[in-house]
């Protein structure tokens, strides 16, 4: 048999797959904007511009905007075309074949459920501040794992816990939770602004570029964190009431509302406050206590807790639609496929990743490992734009309601981009990706070839 075989495109969108169609475009765009604003803006941002870039850390937005943009836009089309598949795996799994749709599929289990915990331990360090700010101590031994000293990261651990309870409830109750904390961090974003443009200074502006454009794309590389998140909106391809029309408008919109902001707020917050002194834990909300508004703080962190919280909602919803499509496809286990009858959500998957997640966050000090994300993330995005290119030559024939303009430029763009900013990334984070990939290959060839729903 082909390592090529490809899984025929299926033309009703609407199939009955016991999931709830029920997100509509601006539920899909609200759930963009919730992965995408969180951990980048209220933490990467100021880390980004003291370390490595300066006040030039807008244009290491605008360089991984771009390169988002341009995978976006492929995105869109195999969105458009392919919609009832749902998510990077899927599209790759009609375009360019089982193995490929595989290696996507493991990258981004690595890329959501790393993620999850990541910003998890991020949420814990904001909620203990805020609690101790209440006058309420968590002891130091329930804030670290075993490996730095303590016993557990224990709020860490139960935001995920929460979180499984949420989505195990149903998508629409998600949907809801979510809107609700994306209003709360976008009026965070809105008190900052408001403050901070009457106190910029633009001294702090010079020099602009101070470790060079080297400096830039080391930034760029860094923050690309920032952005992850808008592809998971392709994995609410079989709850999205019109996903044909709806995920290009979700996935586009949510990314070019969050570049705009994150271009502005970068600017902002290296105008008020000199970079050098933004590499702390929450640089927004420490920079309006340094301009004296304790109150404005107040609300940044706030919006950085709601942030966190949603972005973990997203990611870790999208982690389990892609064991769900996986599983269906025999590529995993069946027991990870099952839809509960009543919530119409794969509960198993849910409540067995949850767990898995919880005990990361908890007991494991990730640190480096978040880059993992970024490389995992980014291979996702080059064979994306590498299956748009060949869907167009192999399958010309294929309804495209959205199409990318100037193919094959763009998606080459996003390619290249894309390629540019894993090179950017550091030896050793390249030897972890290829040590995980030498396991999902193991996983292909002992269990999941065998077992493939291609072989019926």
Same mark, same amino acid.
């Given at each position: ?321 892609? $064991? ?108 972890? $990706? ?23």
């Amino acid at each position: 048999m082909s390592l090529l075989r490809t899984k025929p495109i299926n033309a009703d969108m609407h199939c009955d797959t016991g999931l709830r169609r029920c997100l509509t475009a601006f539920d899909l765009t609200l759930l963009g904007i919730g992965a995408i604003i969180g951990a980048g803006i209220f933490v990467l941002t100021g880390i980004a511009a003291a370390t490595r870039a300066g006040p030039a850390i807008v244009l290491s937005f605008v360089v991984s905007g771009f390169a988002c943009a341009f995978s976006a836009l492929s995105y869109a089309e195999l969105a458009s075309s392919i919609g009832g598949c749902g998510s990077a795996y899927g599209y790759a799994y009609a375009g360019l074949g089982e193995l490929v749709a595989w290696i996507i599929g493991w990258d981004l289990i690595l890329e959501y459920g790393v993620a999850v915990a990541v910003v998890a331990i991020g949420w814990s360090g904001y909620a203990n501040n805020a609690l101790t700010a209440a006058g309420l101590h968590i002891p130091a031994a329930l804030l670290k794992g075993p490996i730095d000293g303590g016993i557990v990261n224990l709020p860490a651990a139960l935001i995920v816990l929460a979180l499984s309870g949420l989505l195990a409830a149903g998508v629409r109750q998600s949907a809801r939770f979510n809107a609700i904390m994306v209003l709360v961090k976008v009026l965070a974003i809105a008190t900052f602004i408001a403050v901070a443009v009457p106190n910029v200074q633009p001294h702090n502006w010079h020099p602009f570029m101070p470790f060079g454009w080297h400096g830039v794309m080391g930034g760029a590389a860094l923050i690309f964190f920032a952005y992850i998140g808008f592809d998971a909106v392709s994995t609410a391809a079989e709850e999205a009431v019109n996903p044909t029309r709806d995920l290009p408008i979700g996935i586009l919109v949510s990314l070019a509302v969050c570049t705009v902001i994150y271009i502005v707020v970068a600017g902002l917050l290296t105008g008020i406050v000199p970079y050098g002194t933004l590499n702390v834990s929450s640089p927004v909300a420490e920079s309006m206590l340094r301009l004296g508004y304790r109150w404005a703080s107040a609300v940044v962190a706030a919006g950085a807790i709601a942030g966190l919280t949603t972005v973990m909602l997203v990611l870790y919803y999208g982690l389990t639609r892609i $064991f769900l499509s996986m599983s269906r496809d025999g590529l995993l286990p069946p027991v990870f496929s099952a839809i509960h009858p009543r919530t119409h959500t794969p509960l198993r998957v849910i409540l067995a990743s949850g767990l898995l997640i919880a005990a990361v966050a908890g007991f494991t000090p990730i640190g480096d490992v978040a880059e993992l994300v970024n490389i995992g993330t980014l291979a996702a995005f080059v064979l994306v734009c590498c299956g748009v290119i060949v869907l167009r030559r192999t399958r010309p024939q294929l309804k495209r309601p959205f199409r990318t303009p100037w193919s094959p430029a763009i998606p080459l763009l996003g390619v290249a981009f894309c390629l540019y900013l894993m090179a950017s990334l550091p030896l050793i984070t390249w030897m972890r $990706f290829v040590i995980w990939l030498v396991i999902g290959l193991a996983i292909y060839f002992g269990y999941s070839r065998r077992h493939s729903s291609l072989n019926a």
